[in-house]
């Protein structure tokens, strides 16, 4: 795929993906998902739940040719159950509230947006026929669930002990092994507090809609209320445009680094996830090594096979890991580049409209 | 320990009730232009006192001494309560205040003032004042609550400079400062001999009736029970409409201060929460820019750390003044509409003497109707008599009544005068506030953007 100058082109995505609104249909969340070839004006929409999307992975993830690939992390499930919307609810208002926040599932439909674009302008994934029946047709491939048995867990626990404490001959590959290692924990740490600030300013957005009600209230309530009419007027658009402001602020700011913080630390785990592959085929290796070192005579030939073969896996693994990490790595600093110039963008634009409100409302009662 | 006294701290409790006041309160010309001259002007802070957040103290205090008063007249009169210093040790520790006061006044001996004062001393020329003025009808100012919570933390601090930073201490010197400020607003009362001695003596009696265990604590808290009692027990039948209507305006006005301050209070401590959490995501930023390979992304996350550092420092000022100029505000004003309930009382309790005199003549006069059935004319004259002098107490006991109520009358008045303008300054400050802080965050983003944009 590279050119004379021995640069990788860079891979055009077949389609660019919408996921245009999420409803719920009984206990299943469906999801609208719009696609567009490149180079058509018709958009295709089809229908689907969050396990294809988990089947759509599990298959990208089990097919040929994806050695080292850096796979992007599952989007979170969609929430259904009245307790997860207690807990939202709990969040994003804080304290015993009698209403509880709608279900909004604005953020999972970006986060699946993303993934699937993700998916799409991969190299080695865009153009897979899964990928593209899965965006395509009509009809959900059959649902087979992934099942992850305690097995499965418990090899992977023991796996992760070995491999960690696996010495990579390769420096830069440990030394990548090491940040990765840092950059979890990190970016874990940053994407959660950053979520804590979210959930604060829609606390605050409610806490000024309290008092925008209980004004409005007591002005009808009580022949003289607390505050004249004549204060109450500005004092009230700018309570509400305070209310306002913290919600939007929240919201942009969740849709602009909050979403790329919690992608990035998913994709930091899938990074890990890939790394330790290739040290677990070097572990292999070394096992086929000693084999072969050991091996009696008759044995020897079959040994020095399995070596080779090993060697050569290995061997394809750390070439095609490489590209991948630096793809990868490109990827990371452009999104949070974006992320951060969105956010400083948002707000900037909404204190600006605010200053102007909460200016106007200053002037109002300054005048009296 | 005269800081912990339980039974005053009954005193300073906010009672449940409900109030409505007029609100329409229109100036008349020649109080518009006064308004503006002397539209509460906002203190220089002292320069040797560090202590003070000035920022708080140019944007926050509301200067309560010069707003215009019902006569027309100014008290040109400044009190600033700062520097909070812990003296003693152990559990005879206790925070001492330095008091300020700047005043043209000729009724003062100087023009500036300073002395220090503890808290006892607060509480003390509080008791002085209700002993004086409460009977006679005047709203007196009411006293910061005790917090025995505050008192133990500072007791339990281990320097000076630990406990100056308790935020208990900040409410405190806050509260104390709005608390002789209003003392001073009031015509009479700026006047008030006890009053004078607080800001000018070096040295005062300690204030010793403001104990737990002392006589005069006992009393009050009998008199509490009293209060009680005859809240439940004395009922009047009230002719003038005025005050009926006030009472109502009073009970109406309460009801939405508490819900109001309620509300203002679950503001600031949100906004305290998303400072603490601004704080949080800053250090992860700093960690992620410090293990960050590449430069300029690295950079760029070690400088958004600083842009939320300073975010913090917007939402802390933010949630601080929402507090001090608005929170604070309503609930000293609940405490006000407390003390005025107390003087309604005074006046009913005025009234149920006229009404017994009143009584105790019908009686006489009755027996006098007896004696003259009955021919017993011997003893007619001295009946007379009696019936003469008790005739004179009545005229006393109305007297008194109307002379309470007409005072009660103009303080009520010149607490509705004060209260439009302390709200409206309140209103401002938020106002100024919300903007404020606004234009703090365009330029801390501002300042990062270009940032941001190097990074690829």
Same mark, same amino acid.
């Given at each position: 795929?590279?050119?004379?100058?021995?640069?990788?082109?860079?891979?055009?995505?077949?389609?660019?993906?919408?996921?245009?609104?999420?409803?719920?249909?009984?206990? !299943?969340?469906?999801?609208?998902?719009?696609?567009?070839?490149?180079?058509?004006?018709?958009?295709?929409?089809?229908?689907?739940?969050?396990?294809?999307?988990?089947?759509?992975?599990?298959?990208?993830?089990?097919?040929?040719?994806?050695?080292?690939?850096?796979?992007?992390?599952?989007?979170?499930?969609?929430?259904?159950?009245?307790?997860?919307?207690?807990?939202?609810?709990?969040?994003?208002?804080?304290?015993?509230?009698?209403?509880?926040?709608?279900?909004?599932?604005?953020?999972?439909?970006?986060?699946?947006?993303?993934? *699937?674009?993700?998916?799409?302008?991969?190299?080695?994934?865009?153009?897979?026929?899964?990928?593209?029946?899965?965006?395509?047709?009509?009809?959900?491939?059959?649902?087979?669930?992934?099942?992850?048995?305690?097995?499965?867990?418990?090899?992977? !626990?023991?796996?992760?002990?070995?491999?960690?404490?696996?010495?990579?001959?390769?420096?830069?590959?440990?030394?990548?092994?090491?940040?990765?290692?840092?950059?979890?924990?990190?970016?874990?740490?940053?994407?959660?507090?950053?979520?804590?600030?979210?959930?604060?300013?829609?606390?605050?957005?409610?806490?000024?809609?309290?008092?925008?009600?209980?004004?409005?209230?007591?002005?009808?309530?009580?022949?003289?209320?607390?505050?004249?009419?004549?204060?109450?007027?500005?004092?009230?658009?700018?309570?509400?445009?305070?209310?306002?402001?913290?919600?939007?602020?929240?919201?942009?700011?969740?849709?602009?680094?909050?979403?790329?913080?919690?992608?990035?630390?998913?994709?930091?785990?899938?990074?890990?996830?890939?790394?330790?592959?290739?040290?677990?085929?070097?572990?292999?290796?070394?096992?086929?090594?000693?084999?072969?070192?050991?091996?009696?005579?008759?044995?020897?030939?079959?040994?020095?096979?399995?070596?080779?073969?090993?060697?050569?896996?290995?061997?394809?693994?750390?070439?095609?890991?490489?590209?991948?990490?630096?793809?990868?790595?490109?990827?990371?600093?452009?999104?949070?580049?974006?992320?951060?110039?969105?956010?400083?963008?948002?707000?900037?634009?909404?204190?600006?409209?605010?200053?102007?409100?909460?200016?106007?409302?200053?002037?109002?009662?300054?005048?009296? | 320990?005269?800081?912990?006294?339980?039974?005053?701290?009954?005193?300073?409790?906010?009672?449940?009730?409900?109030?409505?006041?007029?609100?329409?309160?229109?100036?008349?010309?020649?109080?518009?232009?006064?308004?503006?001259?002397?539209?509460?002007?906002?203190?220089?802070?002292?320069?040797?006192?560090?202590?003070?957040?000035?920022?708080?103290?140019?944007?926050?205090?509301?200067?309560?001494?010069?707003?215009?008063?019902?006569?027309?007249?100014?008290?040109?009169?400044?009190?600033?309560?700062?520097?909070?210093?812990?003296?003693?040790?152990?559990?005879?520790?206790?925070?001492?205040?330095? !008091?300020?006061?700047?005043?043209?006044?000729?009724?003062?001996?100087?023009?500036?003032?300073?002395?220090?004062?503890?808290?006892?001393?607060?509480?003390?020329?509080?008791?002085?004042?209700?002993?004086?003025?409460?009977?006679?009808?005047?709203?007196?100012?009411?006293?910061?609550?005790?917090?025995?919570?505050?008192?133990?933390?500072?007791?339990?601090?281990?320097?000076?400079?630990?406990?100056?930073?308790?935020?208990?201490?900040?409410?405190?010197?806050?509260?104390?400062?709005?608390?002789?400020?209003?003392?001073?607003?009031?015509?009479?009362?700026?006047?008030?001999?006890?009053?004078?001695?607080?800001?000018?003596?070096?040295?005062?009696?300690?204030?010793?009736?403001?104990?737990?265990?002392?006589?005069?604590?006992?009393?009050?808290?009998?008199?509490?029970?009293?209060?009680?009692?005859?809240?439940?027990?004395?009922?009047?039948?009230?002719?003038?409409?005025?005050?009926?209507?006030?009472?109502?305006?009073?009970?109406?006005?309460?009801?939405?201060?508490?819900?109001?301050?309620?509300?203002?209070?679950?503001?600031?401590?949100?906004?305290?929460?998303?400072?603490?959490?601004?704080?949080?995501?800053?250090?992860?930023?700093?960690?992620?820019?410090?293990?960050?390979?590449?430069?300029?992304?690295?950079?760029?996350?070690?400088?958004?750390?600083?842009?939320?550092?300073?975010?913090?420092?917007?939402?802390?000022?933010?949630?601080?003044?929402?507090?001090?100029?608005?929170?604070?505000?309503?609930?000293?004003?609940?405490?006000?509409?407390?003390?005025?309930?107390?003087?309604?009382?005074?006046?009913?309790?005025?009234?149920?003497?006229?009404?017994?005199?009143?009584?105790?003549?019908?009686?006489?006069?009755?027996?006098?109707?007896?004696?003259?059935?009955?021919?017993?004319?011997?003893?007619?004259?001295?009946?007379?008599?009696?019936?003469?002098?008790?005739?004179?107490?009545?005229?006393?006991?109305?007297?008194?009544?109307?002379?309470?109520?007409?005072?009660?009358?103009?303080?009520?008045?010149?607490?509705?005068?004060?209260?439009?303008?302390?709200?409206?300054? *309140? !209103?401002?400050?938020? *106002?100024?506030?919300?903007?404020?802080?606004?234009?703090?965050?365009?330029?801390?983003?501002?300042?990062?953007?270009?940032?941001?944009?190097?990074?690829?």
């Amino acid at each position: 795929m590279a050119d004379a100058n021995g640069i990788a082109k860079q891979f055009q995505p077949p389609f660019t993906v919408k996921v245009l609104s999420a409803a719920k249909n009984g206990e !299943v969340v469906e999801f609208f998902v719009e696609s567009t070839k490149i180079a058509e004006e018709r958009a295709n929409v089809v229908i689907r739940q969050h396990e294809d999307f988990v089947w759509l992975l599990h298959c990208l993830q089990t097919m040929e040719n994806v050695t080292s690939v850096i796979f992007p992390p599952l989007p979170d499930r969609p929430m259904t159950s009245l307790q997860a919307a207690e807990k939202k609810t709990k969040k994003q208002v804080g304290g015993k509230p009698s209403i509880l926040v709608g279900d909004d599932y604005g953020v999972n439909c970006k986060a699946n947006e993303k993934f *699937l674009n993700l998916l799409l302008s991969h190299p080695r994934l865009g153009n897979s026929s899964v990928l593209q029946k899965f965006i395509r047709e009509k009809e959900a491939p059959p649902r087979v669930k992934v099942r992850r048995g305690i097995f499965g867990v418990l090899t992977k !626990v023991v796996d992760d002990i070995r491999v960690s404490n696996f010495k990579d001959s390769n420096q830069d590959f440990q030394q990548t092994r090491v940040s990765n290692e840092e950059n979890i924990k990190d970016m874990k740490q940053a994407a959660s507090s950053f979520q804590k600030i979210v959930d604060t300013q829609h606390r605050i957005s409610n806490a000024y809609t309290e008092i925008y009600s209980l004004l409005q209230q007591m002005a009808v309530d009580h022949a003289t209320p607390v505050f004249s009419s004549q204060l109450t007027s500005p004092l009230n658009e700018a309570i509400q445009h305070a209310s306002e402001l913290s919600n939007v602020s929240a919201t942009n700011s969740q849709r602009s680094l909050g979403s790329t913080l919690h992608l990035y630390a998913g994709y930091s785990q899938s990074q890990h996830d890939m790394l330790q592959k290739r040290v677990q085929k070097a572990i292999e290796l070394d096992g086929a090594k000693r084999n072969y070192e050991k091996a009696k005579p008759q044995k020897k030939t079959q040994a020095e096979n399995d070596m080779r073969k090993l060697e050569n896996e290995l061997e394809v693994m750390t070439s095609l890991a490489k590209p991948e990490l630096e793809r990868f790595n490109r990827q990371r600093i452009l999104a949070l580049q974006a992320g951060l110039t969105q956010l400083a963008d948002s707000e900037i634009k909404n204190s600006r409209d605010a200053v102007a409100v909460f200016a106007k409302s200053c002037s109002c009662v300054q005048q009296m | 320990d005269d800081e912990e006294d339980v039974a005053a701290e009954e005193q300073s409790k906010i009672e449940p009730a409900e109030t409505e006041i007029s609100l329409d309160y229109d100036p008349e010309p020649a109080q518009v232009e006064k308004e503006e001259e002397v539209a509460p002007k906002i203190e220089e802070p002292v320069k040797e006192l560090p202590k003070i957040p000035e920022r708080l103290k140019e944007d926050v205090e509301i200067d309560l001494a010069s707003s215009s008063q019902t006569e027309d007249k100014v008290n040109d009169i400044t009190i600033l309560v700062s520097d909070p210093h812990k003296v003693g040790d152990g559990m005879n520790a206790y925070m001492s205040y330095v !008091v300020r006061t700047k005043t043209s006044m000729a009724i003062f001996k100087h023009a500036e003032l300073t002395v220090d004062r503890r808290f006892s001393d607060f509480l003390g020329l509080h008791e002085k004042l209700l002993a004086k003025h409460r009977h006679a009808g005047r709203l007196v100012p009411p006293a910061p609550e005790k917090s025995i919570v505050g008192m133990t933390l500072i007791k339990m601090s281990k320097t000076d400079e630990e406990a100056s930073s308790i935020d208990f201490v900040e409410k405190r010197r806050a509260a104390l400062e709005r608390y002789l400020n209003r003392i001073a607003r009031h015509s009479l009362m700026v006047q008030d001999q006890d009053f004078k001695d607080f800001l000018e003596q070096e040295e005062l009696p300690q204030a010793t009736n403001t104990r737990a265990l002392s006589g005069a604590g006992v009393m009050r808290l009998v008199k509490n029970v009293e209060g009680a009692f005859s809240k439940i027990t004395i009922k009047m039948t009230e002719e003038d409409s005025w005050f009926e209507e006030k009472q109502q305006q009073i009970e109406s006005l309460e009801q939405q201060l508490k819900r109001l301050h309620g509300a203002f209070e679950s503001l600031v401590h949100h906004r305290k929460e998303l400072a603490v959490n601004t704080a949080l995501f800053a250090k992860s930023s700093a960690t992620l820019g410090n293990a960050e390979e590449h430069t300029a992304l690295s950079r760029a996350l070690a400088q958004l750390s600083d842009a939320f550092e300073k975010i913090e420092t917007v939402h802390q000022e933010q949630s601080n003044t929402d507090y001090y100029a608005v929170a604070e505000t309503l609930a000293d004003y609940l405490r006000i509409i407390a003390e005025l309930k107390e003087i309604f009382l005074v006046r009913v309790k005025s009234w149920q003497n006229w009404q017994n005199a009143e009584q105790n003549v019908q009686r006489k006069k009755e027996t006098e109707a007896k004696m003259q059935a009955s021919g017993r004319t011997d003893k007619i004259a001295v009946i007379q008599a009696d019936i003469k002098e008790l005739e004179t107490r009545v005229q006393t006991c109305k007297s008194d009544f109307d002379e309470l109520s007409a005072t009660i009358k103009k303080e009520i008045q010149s607490f509705e005068q004060d209260r439009v303008v302390d709200f409206r300054q *309140l !209103v401002l400050i938020f *106002l100024k506030n919300l903007m404020k802080s606004q234009e703090q965050n365009i330029k801390n983003w501002e300042g990062f953007m270009p940032e941001a944009r190097a990074i690829a």
